[in-house]
């Protein structure tokens, strides 16, 4: 609006505004704005682009407190003064509106994003901001009002800060609110500048930082993201600098004497373990520089720094480790477990790979319960395939497989329910691994997990088309092989709605469809207990399908409420023979009570074709009466009309004759229907019409018809 005013014109002005609202004359708006910010002078200028600084700067979105007490700091000041601190709404004054209180988030961000671009697009303006932003929050750590805090430990081990009235860590960072970010985010802005007053300020931070209440919360607010009651004791400098990777801070560090290389935290884990953890490689390099680094010690269950970089597949610390004579890369943990066995685990490909083609590791070493790199693959494989409905399986396992195959891996070995890899890379669709399973010979198919399912049947059921048609082109693979319940591959396809499968099943000329399990259940009566329409029909058009196969509680396939709520069941016409009309074998085939299906308009809809087992359903609810035709080959209607009486007390219809005495009436009942709908509905307009009062008129359309609501 500014901007807008500043115009000397009427028509200059709308041409300001017309740029704005286009978004062609923020930048100018926003330039007037922090010309006016910086006029302000003094330290209300000073606090205004402060504020636009830190809030367009931040490593995490800034709370009103968390600004106020970062402003309130002095640089070169030996203690932090809360006199010194600003109030929010002064801080946002001075920022001239460009600054302001998200509501929902409740914390600060800028006007508008386009500001945040306009900053990022003018770096002139704050040309030391993280330097800057790391040496207040060294300032605010170093202050002897922070220094005061002490670290304490309770008898279970856990950390105790108290300040003041503080019970615990929390009330602590209630009573400093800028001490979380500061902690948490010091070294972040110090890598994008490390200056001398910041080096000489970290340095005097990290010298005794195991005693620094910085060192609880930057466990339990930044490394382990909440869970710091559980703290870590022993934090050094080390392992802090090894934690943000600034090589220039720790360059120094390391040259000062009395600083322990190898020291460790209550969990025995090295700066050096540090850096490989958290993946600062700069550091990593540093730290084996040094002359008296350990890297191949003990951290802790008899593991190494290698072992814990091969199992987080830190690909770039592994090469490092193993450039070095003094690593052993078959090193055993306290279960003879090797850098290998842990990689495979986790599915690390590019550390396994870097593993194998050294000649001098060992594929095969066996833990004390037997287990190989390959059968821990194998079994995580598993393990990650039986959630594959909610998580995706990382591929890597994949090519993790191949390489320790080829090394001489057991492809055969069950886990403790019976099932081989080829089982899980089956259910799972892994059809790399599976072409490379039947094509080594030794793997067998037909192999059976304690249920007695086999692999074709769980890729049938996962819906796993490719790895079916894999399986399927063998020439020893049992398409009906049963298991222990009597299931059969189909009949998990039928079941879970795996249509491509079933089609594929289906084409085969020694698939049975009417197949039943223990409980008499057939893949029809799957299909239409789990409503499965796509395969009902796949099922349907053959004509060997039985939809009158009871199971165990005798129920048939037409019994199920999908059988009777779908608007189109039936035998395709296709190739199906259909009894004439006028027999007396349609005579019995014809429904005496009708409860659902498709009628519309007196005709049924082709290519389907009425069967005892086919119920109807008379599009657009109840009606007076209505008619169905009975269907031939042709797909044409003989036009054998029957009339339907509703039941007021069940609401079901009947046929109105003896579907015998029918006799031929016409090509087609559509006419006969539409002249009494149209008669009939006339009536009740004009009846509607008449009657005096709601009152009348429902009680002539019940006189009418009974079952009116």
């Known amino acids: 609006m500014d901007a807008v005013l500043a115009e000397a014109t009427i028509h200059q002005r709308r041409q300001a505004l017309h740029r704005i609202t286009k978004g062609l004359g923020l930048q100018d708006a926003y330039d007037t704005t922090l010309n006016r910010i ?32 970062a402003l309130g700091v002095e640089l070169g000041a030996e203690d932090f003064s809360i006199h010194n601190v600003p109030s929010i709404r002064t801080v946002l004054g001075y920022t001239l509106g460009l600054a302001i209180i998200d509501e929902k988030e409740s914390t600060l961000r800028l006007l508008h994003f386009t500001l945040q671009e306009y900053l990022a697009q003018n770096p002139t303006l704050f040309v030391t901001a993280h330097s800057m ?108 600098i090894a934690f943000f990777g600034i090589v220039e801070i720790a360059s120094t560090m390391l040259g000062r004497k009395g600083w322990q290389v190898n020291g460790r935290d209550s969990k025995s884990r090295t700066p050096l373990m540090w850096a490989v953890e958290y993946e600062n490689i700069r550091m990593v390099e540093l730290f084996l520089e040094q002359e008296d680094i350990e890297p191949d010690t003990v951290i802790k269950d008899g593991r190494t720094v290698f072992s814990f970089a091969a199992e987080l597949g830190n690909e770039d610390a592994v090469k490092l480790l193993l450039g070095r004579r003094d690593i052993n890369p078959n090193s055993k943990d306290k279960n003879c477990r090797t850098p290998l066995s842990f990689a495979a685990e986790r599915g690390q490909e590019g550390v396994v790979n870097l593993l194998l083609e050294r000649g001098d590791v060992d594929p095969n070493s066996s833990d004390h319960n037997g287990r190989t790199p390959f059968s821990f693959a194998a079994q995580r494989f598993r ?110 396809a039928a079941e879970y709605g795996q249509e491509d499968v079933v089609k594929l099943l289906l084409g085969r000329g020694d698939v049975d469809p009417n197949s039943s399990d223990n409980n008499g259940q057939t893949p029809l009566s799957r299909a239409t207990k789990w409503g499965q329409e796509g395969v009902l029909k796949l099922l349907l058009e053959r004509r060997d399908a039985n939809p009158d196969s009871p199971n165990s509680n005798d129920q048939k396939p037409k019994s199920y409420p999908i059988m009777k709520d779908r608007e189109v069941v039936g035998r395709s016409l296709s190739g199906s023979r259909i009894p004439d009309c006028e027999s007396s074998e349609a005579a019995d085939r014809i429904p005496t009570s009708v409860t659902g299906g498709n009628v519309s308009l007196g005709e049924v809809t082709d290519p389907f074709t009425l069967t005892e087992y086919s119920p109807l359903r008379i599009i657009g609810g109840p009606s007076l009466g209505a008619f169905i035709s009975c269907p031939v080959v042709s797909g044409t209607h003989l036009g054998h009309p029957l009339r339907l009486i509703q039941s007021p007390q069940d609401q079901s219809y009947s046929l109105s004759d003896p579907p015998a005495a029918i006799s031929t009436s016409g090509s087609s009942s559509a006419f006969p229907f539409f002249l009494r709908s149209l008669i009939l509905f006339t009536f009740l307009f004009l009846a509607l019409i008449i009657c005096d009062g709601y009152g009348d008129s429902l009680e002539l359309l019940q006189a009418i018809h009974p079952a009116w609501p």
């Open 383 to 492: 393990e990650l395939n039986s959630f594959q409905d909610f998580f995706s399986l990382p591929p890597r396992y994949e090519g993790v497989m191949k390489q320790l195959l080829e090394q001489g891996g057991d492809p055969n070995s069950p886990d403790s329910n019976g099932r081989t890899l080829l089982s899980f890379a089956a259910g799972k669709g892994g059809e790399g691994l599976v072409k490379l399973l039947l094509g080594r010979g030794d793997v067998d198919p037909n192999s059976s997990d304690s249920s007695g399912r086999t692999p074709l049947s769980f890729a049938a059921e996962y819906g796993q088309e490719t790895v079916v048609r894999l399986l399927l082109e063998l020439g020893d693979v049992d398409p009906n092989l049963s298991d222990n319940t009597g299931r059969t591959p189909l009949s998990f």
């Open 133 to 240: 932003m790391a040496e207040i929050c060294l300032t605010y750590l170093n202050s002897r009002s922070i220094r005061a805090l002490r670290l304490n430990l309770d008898p279970h081990g856990r950390y105790s800060i108290r300040f003041l009235r503080s019970s615990g860590p929390d009330d602590a960072l209630r009573e400093t609110p800028f001490l979380e970010y500061a902690t948490c985010f010091w070294g972040d802005h110090a890598t994008s500048g490390v200056t001398e007053p910041v080096k000489s300020l970290a340095l005097r931070l990290l010298d005794g930082y195991e005693n620094h209440v910085s060192a609880a919360v930057l466990w339990g607010k930044r490394i382990s993201k909440g869970y710091w009651y559980d703290g870590v004791q022993g934090i050094t400098g080390l392992h802090c």
């Open 38 to 69: 910086r006029q302000q002078g003094g330290s209300k200028s000073r606090l205004g682009m402060d504020a636009l600084m830190w809030i367009s700067h931040c490593e995490r979105p800034l709370r009103s407190q968390d600004l106020c007490h």
